[in-house]
Each structure stands twice: as C-alpha cells, then as structure tokens.
C-alpha cells in the first residue's frame, strides 16, 4: 500500500486502527470535530459499514446469528471497504477529508490473526482500494480494552484472537504512514502525540 498523492488540493484519508475496545470511534469523532473547527471539509466513514447491504451481513455474522466460512468473512469484509472505495475517492478528489474508523489493516489482522487465514492470500483481496495518508493504531493494553463496556458482544471480542490480532497489527507498523499512539492515556491527550 502506498500513499503518495500527486492532487495538492485532495482531502487527506485518515484511519484509526486498532484492536477492540480501543478507542477508536472516540477518536474518529474527536479527530473529525478538530478538522471541522478549522475549516476543513471533512466526512467520517467506518468498516464494517453497517448500513450497506453486504455491511447488513457482516453484521448478522459478528453479533453470531449468522455463521460464514472464514475465506467468505475476509471475503465480504473486503467487499464492504469497496462499496465505498468510489465514495472515498471522490471525496478525496474534491479536497474533503475522510476519517475512518477501521481500514483494510483490520480486514487482514482480523482474518489472519484470529481465524488463521493466510497473510498474503488476505493482503492480497485489498489491493486498488484507496490507500490511507495517515494510519494512528491506538495502541492498548488488552487487559484494559477488554475491560470496557460490551467487550464480549462479537466474534472476536476474546483475549485469544485480540492477542493474535494484535500481533498481526504490528507488522503493519513499518509502514512510513503508521503511527502508535498509547490509547491507555486520556482521550484527550492520546492524539497529541501524533
């Protein structure tokens, strides 16, 4: 994945990634609200996008109504990233910012990690999806996230998989536009760092 633009006037795309229970939904929102109060243009999107009619499945199926295949899971939840790849990039194109909670990152350290499917094979379903210009991986003890309020609901929310999917995580952090923010801090003071 890379992240060169050549469009000085393009929105930035920005991910928060992150295991579960994280942070990241409050700090989509706190990122968009500081972009917003300075004038930018700004939109916030989030994977597994519920609202689509793949997002709908994806949805049966971490709330454990509905059961997949692994290779069908990965597959669905690339699908859902690009029902919206279009949307993204226009809004890029037109100089509006996007920020994101969850990204492809997600799809691969999900898929990998905690249901063993082959690195390459899931890395590999993500490309031509719009590349990020800034990753922040809010980085957690697993003790603490695993502590908070609806920890348990979803497929994955166990200590097991958020380990393996942890590990998975932090092989993306060689990436130029990845950055580790200590997200056991208060809220407000996790981004400054970034």
Sequence with gaps: MCCAHKNENRGAFIVLEGTDRSGKTLQCQKIYDYLISIGRKCIKTEFPNRSTDVGKLLDGYLRKTIK???????????????ELNDYIEKNLQNGVDVVCDRYSFSGI???????????EWCKSKE?????PDLVIF????????SSRSGFGDE????????????????????????????????PDVSLKNC
């Design 127 to 131: 490309q031509g999806l719009v590349s």
């Design 155 to 186: 497929i994955y929310e166990n200590i097991k998989d958020q380990n393996n999917v942890y590990e998975v995580y932090q092989s993306f952090s060689n990436y130029s536009f990845w950055n580790n923010i200590d997200a056991s801090q208060d």
């Design 68 to 82: 997949l295949a692994p290779e069908v899971s990965h597959l669905l939840f690339t699908a859902n990233r690009w």
């Design 138 to 145: 809010l980085d957690i003890n697993l003790s603490l996230s």
């Design 109 to 119: 350290a999900y898929s990998s990690g905690a249901i063993n499917l082959d690195y």
